[in-house]
């Protein structure tokens, strides 16, 4: 969110400040160095997968290591995963469509304001039924575009197939994991080929389920259904540093090895909390944490409509400070923590409630 405040909301870092450092005072010059930290928001994505790999897994790598004939109830996952995703992802599907088509009432769309934003052309055009139902399906990028302005949605298309293939592959896994990882092995490799795998939705799937699946991998060890030490496991960090000599790679690949650097962090982590070293500070996240999906599905669009706004007042410039860019973050943020009360809350708890009674006759 930070990021795109910081794209979105002022000049640029090429396209602005190196035009006219000059022109920048100390504090500015400071702000934009800070902000350049939050430039990696595609990463950040890839750390959430594999988080998200981890949390999925571990409470059935749990039931299964107490319990291998211990059932795995599909239909209540499901509704599970439908209560975390959809409702915040139909309120920022409403809330895209009003801004866009506000915006384009207002006249804030014209080739001269919005040149900037990637995906621009979707504000107007892709706002019909049939993108809405692809994107509801979604199957957006491999049968539809985008619905309207909302760019980041395109990683909820990946964990909700993530999500759906998971209980197929974990018929294998709760016996031998170790197969079902060849299975997803193979299956990411044979989706470089288009010529033997050509239904795109499911060959893009595969293309970054490795990264999904080194969270499942990483449950497996904490639970000591794989036994491997954290320890060893927390070595993967030393990818990270490595990243820009392979960023020529594909992306699916790339993305791949700064996975395993993301499960080292994670494995770090773990292993300190078993070494009783305390991580309380990342508590202090927590609030964050409870209202951050909803944050994520609506920041853009209103970034957007705020960019359209102050392009049409000012002649096609974006400000050379961060004033803009502050009031944004500030505003997206109360706005989705007061929205969280209705697209999350209520949802998940009731899905705890649910989760609760299987959990007590070992049934998820």
């Known amino acids: ?54 949390l999925i897994h571990l409470k059935y790598a749990r039931l299964f290591q107490a319990d291998p004939r211990a059932k795995f109830g599909f239909s209540d996952y499901l509704i599970r995963r439908i209560r975390r995703i959809y409702p915040p992802f139909l309120f920022a599907l409403l809330l895209t469509y009003g801004l866009d088509t506000l915006g384009a009432s207002l006249g804030f769309w014209t080739p001269t304001f919005i040149s900037g934003i990637n ?120 990818i990270l540093p490595l990243m820009p000599l392979i960023k020529d790679l594909p992306a699916p690949v790339y993305y791949s090895f700064f996975s395993l650097g993301v499960a080292g962090i994670i494995a770090l982590c773990l292993y300190l909390q078993e070494r009783k070293f305390s991580l309380r500070i990342l508590e202090r996240f927590a609030l964050i944490g409870s209202f951050s999906f909803t944050l994520y599905i609506i920041h853009y669009p209103i970034f957007v409509f705020i960019r359209g706004w102050w392009q049409l007042n000012h002649n096609g410039a974006l400000p050379m400070n961060f004033g803009l860019a502050l009031a944004g973050i500030l505003f997206v943020g109360v706005l989705a923590y007061l929205v969280h009360f209705l697209t999350e809350l209520p949802f998940l708890r009731s899905g705890r409630n649910l989760a609760g009674v299987r959990l007590n006759s070992q049934v998820i």
Request: a positive charge; aromatic letters at 22%; glycine letters at 8%.
């Open 1 to 54: 969110m930070i990021g795109h405040a910081r794209s979105l909301l002022w000049e640029g870092f090429a396209t602005g400040f190196l035009q006219h450092q000059q022109d920048y005072n100390l504090l500015n010059k400071g702000l934009v160095y800070f902000f350049t930290l939050f430039r990696f928001g595609l990463e950040a994505v890839f750390f959430f997968f594999v988080l998200s790999g981890f």
């Open 119 to 238: 995906r621009i052309a979707t504000i107007t055009t892709f706002l019909d039924l049939k993108t809405l139902f692809g994107n509801l399906a979604f199957l957006y990028y491999s049968y539809t575009p985008i619905f309207g302005s909302n760019g980041p949605s395109w990683s909820l298309k990946y964990e909700w197939w993530f999500y759906i293939i998971y209980p197929l592959v974990l018929l294998v896994a709760r016996k031998k994991v170790i197969v079902a990882t060849v299975i997803i092995v193979f299956l990411f490799t044979l989706s470089f080929y288009p010529g033997l795998w050509p239904e795109e939705l499911s060959r893009d799937v595969f293309s970054l389920i490795v990264c999904w699946w080194l969270g499942v991998l990483l449950a497996e060890v904490y639970v000591g259904r794989i036994s491997i030490s954290l320890k060893y496991i927390s070595w993967l960090i030393g």
